[in-house]
């Protein structure tokens, strides 16, 4: 009797840990040679590098040229 009551209570105890393994939430796989999406060290806000950018008047005076 107490057998089966030490196998129903270890039963008990691994479907618990099993059913408490499957919580959570959802895991995105990036692998470590390709670039994380998001802002970085050396990234702006939106996650892309900028290297020069104009902006300003010098800006729209470039852009009315160019549409000219």
Do not use: W
């Amino acid at each position: 009797m107490k057998t089966l009551q030490v196998i129903i209570q270890a039963g008990v105890l691994i479907a618990g840990l099993t059913l408490s393994g499957c919580g959570g939430e959802a895991y995105t796989y990036v692998p470590d040679h390709e670039l994380k999406p998001g802002p970085g060290l050396v990234t702006g806000e939106d996650g892309e590098l900028t290297i020069f950018r104009s902006t300003g008047r010098d800006f729209q005076q470039e852009q009315k040229k160019e549409e000219n």
